[in-house]
């Protein structure tokens, strides 16, 4: 199979507009599943949260999980959405293995939730309206795994696996309308719309919102369309798509990859595409049409959701801060600069943050930590902050060892390099490694004495009131101690030995 | 001592077990031997469920000795529909599909029936997937009709009837999608009832046609199917389509015989042109029988009904078509390897399915995926609900003229095997009176009424009631019953040509 | 097989014409509504009795043959 070409990026926007929309899918942390009482549970043996229901043996019948109608009225409303007065459950037919009755119970033309909206704040402050077609209840199905191809690839297996404790689990699906007006811009839009309606229903605690974990889903459709045309383009959606790094780069992708099609004249195949983020590239998977035929009909084994007006609002009552009101307070409260806090929301560290904050640390030590020294790795790595491999907790306790005066930020920053090779607590770091900070002013005040003495010169400025140069004093003493010296600690000495006010 | 067993009612049964005159081992044995005895000829059954029958009645025997409390039903055994799942015996759906397969849980009605500690004497035959109204749509051969076994016992259900009328069992579990009960025990000169949608819980039946599917009682009298009813009926939390109502009274209703005052509605579209004329000799009796107790005859129009048989082979074929779709080979059940070509899940769960359906179950699954598709959905299925609607309209505007519906329930007795299997719209035309009720969702039984003069074969009377009145059946059927085998001298199962080797 | 379902499908086609555009559909026999479940953990089965009936197995899990044919 040959590689896609794809045209440079700024050139597709010569001649070209581009339209977006987008199917995610969030699984929802209720208990049990939509449909049957086996538990919701992640990381399980395979088949061990299954009962007949979630099966499909013969003869068994569906029951709703009320707090699953409950969560997804929230997310509704979160959406800034209409809630239906009365909606129903839909079959959705197809013959699939992961599909344990070979339909899924889903809503169809009467979703719970329609006609919202949600504004997206760009890194640079740009708000852009998403608008919310809808979105609805449904089921998630089994989770197959392919035997015998390349790295579990469908393509070239020999047989599949199956196991069915995913099946069943209650999901959202939240459709967007057309985007249009993103221009350049699209794939930074999408990756803020996903993190955007990853980060409400976080907050609105109806899902654990681990992308990583599949939690959070997002099917991407992108199409072209020439500047100025009324009719859209063909679209491909993308699937596969599992990381906000993921969702930017494949609509990026796609559109290069689109424009290239249109260039040469040919045109744009309707169709799934997978996302591999090994290669940074988008696969043909199957034909997509919307003419693919699923025969929907009225679930006849379910009765319908009637969400009374009352209801509606007992569910508005109990809505948490939405995150754009939460956002606000805490920039007030940690009385960071707009900046800062934008950088710190751009980086996605904002909630690592908070919940440092909420461990003890001040604001201002959370995001030196974090910024400083989080972010960079998780760059280089590639990864969402969050997936690096530093809770917050050890933030916590690399901060309490260097406010401890035990260590200094240079060998915080080693330990934090051990924490991620997996050596073991900080504690456990210093002890192994030997970091310590020469916390006995003796061989500080030998150090000190030694460099004043290699550097009269210097010596002389300081004490004319030249304080900026102690630095080369300092230098010359944590050279000599190999940077086992808390730096602060040896300033403050240096400037009481010269009878200087630092 | 056997045959005298074998001929009483469950009531009956009930009542010597409840007294110590029989112990509950001697009346499932004796059962058992009779299905020894007769069912190489009559086929009633597809499996024999032994001993944990004689084992369950051991208990009852114990139990009772020890002065436990027990159920009114407990010792009385029960033969049961090859569609209800139950543990530690096949559910086979009469398929090949299922051959042999075992479900590791066990439908609500059976779960309700161990609680009462009523022996389940095995699993009958029927069409398979409760698809036909012969029994000769079963994969394993059909059952044939204790009054002359050379012709049909009815459908879907034709095991469970049969199984009552040649004495095998006491009482039976049916299921009625388009009249699957009522029918067969018209046939056979049984008694079979459809009690209002959601009244039985569907949990453990296997769907045919969700929105029309009902469990219900089989027996040989009114009383033994109240007393049934009662115990396999109320709210389960496990079907969404379950009502909150208990059915008590039932009972009380079918011993009372009065129908003194009560409006009898005769449907004219259900009765006269295109039914036989022994079955109209027979409804026109009961009417006399009826009204010289006092009942005030009326008759009701609903035109709507004409359209039913369409729109049910709308509905019915239409969820069928998803409900068939989980047999795949994928989790249970037959798995057929396609002969040549690539090894794909998706030709193995189309050769799994090309083998283990026959063609009755083929014919409605692609009826019913076509009825559904794009673009046809409107004209089939979406006018087809419609239908329903307006067949609806017009019971609720017969019912407040009348306080039940009385037809025939068949419009013809029991016809030879073979006769109609290749005609599907002769054998759907089987089902035009009971359909409307499985539209409606309104409860319906059928009693015998008498034997048609030209063949001398069972002919059934059908009553309806609104929805959740089924004790209204109860009274009425309890009432003509006691009127008729009055006339008779006793039962009409009297009547039928003795089966076994006591003659 | 084919020319049966015909037959079906012409007799049943009548339906489509007998009710009008004013008569809403009938999809539950009788009206319920808000039927739901608590979401309490109930019965599992064990993998044994989930794949029990299996037509094939492997560690724990449903086997099927290939999805997708070899190309």
């Given at each position: 199979m040959s590689a896609d070409e794809i045209l440079d990026y700024d050139s597709v926007f010569e001649k070209y507009e581009p339209v977006l929309g987008f199917e995610v899918h969030v699984e929802l942390?209720?208990?049990?599943?939509m449909f049957s009482s086996a538990p919701n549970e992640?990381?399980?043996?395979?088949?061990?949260?299954?009962n007949e229901v979630d099966l499909g043996l013969p003869g068994v019948l569906p029951v709703v999980n009320k707090a699953a109608v409950e969560s997804s009225i929230k997310i509704g409303l979160a959406l800034n959405c209409q809630i239906a007065e009365t909606c129903r459950f839909a079959r959705k037919n197809y013959f699939y293995p992961d599909t344990p009755k070979n339909f899924q119970t889903s809503q169809y033309d009467e979703p719970i939730a329609f006609d919202g909206y949600l504004d997206i704040e760009l890194e640079d402050g740009e708000v852009f309206r998403v608008e919310i077609e809808r979105a609805h209840m449904e089921e998630d199905a089994g989770k197959l795994t392919h035997m015998g191809g390349a790295a579990g690839r469908i393509q070239g297996a020999d047989y599949s696996l199956v196991d069915y404790n995913r099946a069943g689990v209650p999901l959202v699906e939240i459709v967007t309308k057309p985007i249009e007006g993103a221009g350049k811009r699209a794939p930074e839009l999408a990756k803020a719309y996903v993190a955007a309606v990853r980060e409400i229903v976080k907050n609105l605690g109806v899902s654990d919102a681990r992308m990583e974990r599949g939690n959070v889903r997002c099917d991407a459709n992108v199409s072209l369309k020439p500047i100025g045309q009324e009719k859209f383009g063909t679209r491909s959606e993308t699937k596969n798509v599992n990381s906000l790094r993921a969702v930017e780069h494949a609509v990026r992708f796609e559109i290069q990859r689109h424009g290239a099609v249109l260039e040469s004249g040919e045109k744009v195949v309707q169709e799934t595409r997978h996302w591999h983020e090994d290669t940074r590239t988008t696969t043909s998977g199957r034909p997509k049409s919307d003419a693919d035929d699923y025969r929907y009909f009225p679930e006849p084994d379910l009765v319908p959701v009637v969400a009374s007006r009352e209801w509606v609002e007992e569910l508005r009552a109990t809505l948490p801060e939405p995150p754009a009101e939460h956002r606000k307070r805490l920039k007030a409260a940690w009385g960071y600069s707009d900046l800062e806090f934008r950088d710190v929301v751009n980086a996605g560290v904002m909630d690592l943050i908070e919940e440092t904050v909420a461990a003890g640390l001040k604001p201002s030590a959370a995001r030196k930590w974090w910024m400083g020294e989080v972010v960079g790795r998780a760059k280089v790595a590639e990864v969402d902050p969050g997936e690096l491999g530093i809770t917050p907790d050890v933030i916590v306790q690399v901060n309490g060892l260097v406010e401890a005066g035990k260590i200094n930020n240079k060998m915080a920053s080693e330990v934090l390099d051990g924490v991620l090779a997996g050596e073991g607590t900080p504690e456990e770091i210093v002890a192994a490694r030997g970091l310590a900070v020469v916390s006995d002013d003796g061989p500080l005040l030998e150090a000190i004495d030694a460099a004043l003495a290699a550097q009269p010169d210097v010596a002389e400025k300081i004490r004319g009131g030249k304080v900026q140069a102690i630095g080369a004093i300092v230098g010359g003493v944590m050279k000599a101690t190999r940077g086992q010296a808390d730096a602060g600690r040896v300033r403050e000495l240096i400037l009481e030995k010269l009878g200087v006010e630092g | 001592m056997t045959q005298d067993i074998i001929h009483s009612t469950a009531a009956q049964l009930a009542e010597k077990l409840a007294a110590k005159e029989l112990s509950a081992v001697e009346v499932t044995q004796a059962h058992l031997d009779r299905i020894a005895e007769v069912d190489g000829e009559v086929?009633?059954?597809?499996?024999?469920?032994t001993q944990e029958a004689l084992d369950v009645a051991a208990e009852v025997d114990a139990a009772r000795a020890a002065g436990e409390e027990l159920h009114a039903l407990a010792g009385v055994p029960i033969a049961v529909k090859d569609l209800i799942v139950t543990v530690g015996q096949p559910t086979t759906a009469a398929s090949k599909i299922l051959e042999g397969w075992h479900s590791p849980y066990d439908a609500t009605v059976i779960k309700k029936l161990r609680a009462a500690k009523m022996p389940i004497l095995g699993k009958t035959n029927l069409d398979e997937f409760a698809m036909g109204s012969s029994t000769e749509h079963s994969a394993y051969g059909p059952t044939r009709n204790p009054w002359d076994l050379d012709r049909i016992p009815g459908g879907s259900g034709g095991g469970s009837a049969a199984a009552v009328s040649a004495f095998e069992a006491p009482l039976a579990l049916g299921t009625d999608t388009g009249g699957s009960i009522r029918q067969p025990a018209s046939v056979t000169g049984s008694v079979g009832v459809k009690p209002t949608y959601g009244g039985v819980s569907r949990y453990g039946a296997i769907a045919m046609a969700s929105s029309l599917d009902q469990i219900g009682p089989v027996s040989r009298t009114v009383l033994d199917s109240a007393l049934l009813h009662e115990v396999i009926s109320g709210h389960d939390p496990y079907d969404s389509t379950s009502l909150k109502e208990s059915w008590t009274g039932l009972a009380a209703a079918a011993a009372s015989g009065d129908v003194k005052g009560m409006r009898i509605g005769i449907i004219?579209?259900?009765?006269?042109?295109?039914?036989?004329a022994g079955v109209e000799n027979r409804f026109n009796e009961s009417l006399e029988l009826l009204k010289a107790a006092g009942a005030e005859i009326v008759e009701v129009s609903c035109p709507n009904f004409e359209y039913a048989l369409g729109a049910y082979y709308l509905i019915m074929p239409s969820e069928v078509s998803s409900n068939l779709a989980k047999f795949d080979g994928v989790r249970f059940g037959l798995r057929a390897l396609p002969e040549d070509g690539p090894m794909t899940i998706e030709r193995v769960m189309g050769a799994t399915r090309a083998a283990g359906f026959g063609d009755e179950v083929k014919r409605r699954i692609i009826l019913g995926t076509y009825a559904l598709s794009a673009g046809y959905y409107d004209a089939y299925y979406g006018s087809a609900q419609k239908v329903r609607t307006l067949i609806q309209r017009d019971f609720d505007a017969a019912f407040a003229q009348a306080d039940v519906l009385i037809s025939p329930?068949?419009?013809?007795t029991a016809f030879k095997l073979g006769e109609k299997v290749d005609d599907p719209l002769a054998m759907y035309l089987n089902d035009v009176a009971t359909i409307p009720a499985n539209m409606a969702g309104v409860p319906g039984i059928s009693i015998p009424g008498g034997l048609a003069d030209e063949d001398g074969l069972p002919v059934g009377i059908q009553f309806l009631a609104p929805a959740r009145q089924d004790v209204r059946l109860y009274r009425a059927a309890g009432a003509l019953e006691k009127l008729l085998e009055e006339k008779w001298g006793g039962p009409l199962l009297a009547q039928a040509p003795v089966l076994g080797g006591a003659k | 097989m084919a020319g049966e379902l015909a037959v079906i499908v012409d007799s049943v086609k009548s339906v489509s014409e007998v009710a009008g555009a004013d008569v809403p559909a009938t999809s539950h026999p009788i009206p319920l509504s808000n039927v739901f479940r608590e979401d309490v953990v109930g019965h599992v089965l064990t993998a044994e009795q989930a794949l029990s009936g299996a037509p094939d197995a492997d560690e724990n899990r449903f086997k099927v043959p290939a999805i997708l044919d070899e190309e």
């Amino acid at each position: 199979m040959s590689a896609d070409e794809i045209l440079d990026y700024d050139s597709v926007f010569e001649k070209y507009e581009p339209v977006l929309g987008f199917e995610v899918h969030v699984e929802l942390n209720t208990k049990t599943k939509m449909f049957s009482s086996a538990p919701n549970e992640f990381g399980d043996e395979p088949n061990t949260n299954v009962n007949e229901v979630d099966l499909g043996l013969p003869g068994v019948l569906p029951v709703v999980n009320k707090a699953a109608v409950e969560s997804s009225i929230k997310i509704g409303l979160a959406l800034n959405c209409q809630i239906a007065e009365t909606c129903r459950f839909a079959r959705k037919n197809y013959f699939y293995p992961d599909t344990p009755k070979n339909f899924q119970t889903s809503q169809y033309d009467e979703p719970i939730a329609f006609d919202g909206y949600l504004d997206i704040e760009l890194e640079d402050g740009e708000v852009f309206r998403v608008e919310i077609e809808r979105a609805h209840m449904e089921e998630d199905a089994g989770k197959l795994t392919h035997m015998g191809g390349a790295a579990g690839r469908i393509q070239g297996a020999d047989y599949s696996l199956v196991d069915y404790n995913r099946a069943g689990v209650p999901l959202v699906e939240i459709v967007t309308k057309p985007i249009e007006g993103a221009g350049k811009r699209a794939p930074e839009l999408a990756k803020a719309y996903v993190a955007a309606v990853r980060e409400i229903v976080k907050n609105l605690g109806v899902s654990d919102a681990r992308m990583e974990r599949g939690n959070v889903r997002c099917d991407a459709n992108v199409s072209l369309k020439p500047i100025g045309q009324e009719k859209f383009g063909t679209r491909s959606e993308t699937k596969n798509v599992n990381s906000l790094r993921a969702v930017e780069h494949a609509v990026r992708f796609e559109i290069q990859r689109h424009g290239a099609v249109l260039e040469s004249g040919e045109k744009v195949v309707q169709e799934t595409r997978h996302w591999h983020e090994d290669t940074r590239t988008t696969t043909s998977g199957r034909p997509k049409s919307d003419a693919d035929d699923y025969r929907y009909f009225p679930e006849p084994d379910l009765v319908p959701v009637v969400a009374s007006r009352e209801w509606v609002e007992e569910l508005r009552a109990t809505l948490p801060e939405p995150p754009a009101e939460h956002r606000k307070r805490l920039k007030a409260a940690w009385g960071y600069s707009d900046l800062e806090f934008r950088d710190v929301v751009n980086a996605g560290v904002m909630d690592l943050i908070e919940e440092t904050v909420a461990a003890g640390l001040k604001p201002s030590a959370a995001r030196k930590w974090w910024m400083g020294e989080v972010v960079g790795r998780a760059k280089v790595a590639e990864v969402d902050p969050g997936e690096l491999g530093i809770t917050p907790d050890v933030i916590v306790q690399v901060n309490g060892l260097v406010e401890a005066g035990k260590i200094n930020n240079k060998m915080a920053s080693e330990v934090l390099d051990g924490v991620l090779a997996g050596e073991g607590t900080p504690e456990e770091i210093v002890a192994a490694r030997g970091l310590a900070v020469v916390s006995d002013d003796g061989p500080l005040l030998e150090a000190i004495d030694a460099a004043l003495a290699a550097q009269p010169d210097v010596a002389e400025k300081i004490r004319g009131g030249k304080v900026q140069a102690i630095g080369a004093i300092v230098g010359g003493v944590m050279k000599a101690t190999r940077g086992q010296a808390d730096a602060g600690r040896v300033r403050e000495l240096i400037l009481e030995k010269l009878g200087v006010e630092g | 001592m056997t045959q005298d067993i074998i001929h009483s009612t469950a009531a009956q049964l009930a009542e010597k077990l409840a007294a110590k005159e029989l112990s509950a081992v001697e009346v499932t044995q004796a059962h058992l031997d009779r299905i020894a005895e007769v069912d190489g000829e009559v086929n009633a059954f597809l499996h024999v469920n032994t001993q944990e029958a004689l084992d369950v009645a051991a208990e009852v025997d114990a139990a009772r000795a020890a002065g436990e409390e027990l159920h009114a039903l407990a010792g009385v055994p029960i033969a049961v529909k090859d569609l209800i799942v139950t543990v530690g015996q096949p559910t086979t759906a009469a398929s090949k599909i299922l051959e042999g397969w075992h479900s590791p849980y066990d439908a609500t009605v059976i779960k309700k029936l161990r609680a009462a500690k009523m022996p389940i004497l095995g699993k009958t035959n029927l069409d398979e997937f409760a698809m036909g109204s012969s029994t000769e749509h079963s994969a394993y051969g059909p059952t044939r009709n204790p009054w002359d076994l050379d012709r049909i016992p009815g459908g879907s259900g034709g095991g469970s009837a049969a199984a009552v009328s040649a004495f095998e069992a006491p009482l039976a579990l049916g299921t009625d999608t388009g009249g699957s009960i009522r029918q067969p025990a018209s046939v056979t000169g049984s008694v079979g009832v459809k009690p209002t949608y959601g009244g039985v819980s569907r949990y453990g039946a296997i769907a045919m046609a969700s929105s029309l599917d009902q469990i219900g009682p089989v027996s040989r009298t009114v009383l033994d199917s109240a007393l049934l009813h009662e115990v396999i009926s109320g709210h389960d939390p496990y079907d969404s389509t379950s009502l909150k109502e208990s059915w008590t009274g039932l009972a009380a209703a079918a011993a009372s015989g009065d129908v003194k005052g009560m409006r009898i509605g005769i449907i004219k579209e259900l009765h006269g042109e295109g039914y036989q004329a022994g079955v109209e000799n027979r409804f026109n009796e009961s009417l006399e029988l009826l009204k010289a107790a006092g009942a005030e005859i009326v008759e009701v129009s609903c035109p709507n009904f004409e359209y039913a048989l369409g729109a049910y082979y709308l509905i019915m074929p239409s969820e069928v078509s998803s409900n068939l779709a989980k047999f795949d080979g994928v989790r249970f059940g037959l798995r057929a390897l396609p002969e040549d070509g690539p090894m794909t899940i998706e030709r193995v769960m189309g050769a799994t399915r090309a083998a283990g359906f026959g063609d009755e179950v083929k014919r409605r699954i692609i009826l019913g995926t076509y009825a559904l598709s794009a673009g046809y959905y409107d004209a089939y299925y979406g006018s087809a609900q419609k239908v329903r609607t307006l067949i609806q309209r017009d019971f609720d505007a017969a019912f407040a003229q009348a306080d039940v519906l009385i037809s025939p329930t068949a419009p013809t007795t029991a016809f030879k095997l073979g006769e109609k299997v290749d005609d599907p719209l002769a054998m759907y035309l089987n089902d035009v009176a009971t359909i409307p009720a499985n539209m409606a969702g309104v409860p319906g039984i059928s009693i015998p009424g008498g034997l048609a003069d030209e063949d001398g074969l069972p002919v059934g009377i059908q009553f309806l009631a609104p929805a959740r009145q089924d004790v209204r059946l109860y009274r009425a059927a309890g009432a003509l019953e006691k009127l008729l085998e009055e006339k008779w001298g006793g039962p009409l199962l009297a009547q039928a040509p003795v089966l076994g080797g006591a003659k | 097989m084919a020319g049966e379902l015909a037959v079906i499908v012409d007799s049943v086609k009548s339906v489509s014409e007998v009710a009008g555009a004013d008569v809403p559909a009938t999809s539950h026999p009788i009206p319920l509504s808000n039927v739901f479940r608590e979401d309490v953990v109930g019965h599992v089965l064990t993998a044994e009795q989930a794949l029990s009936g299996a037509p094939d197995a492997d560690e724990n899990r449903f086997k099927v043959p290939a999805i997708l044919d070899e190309e």
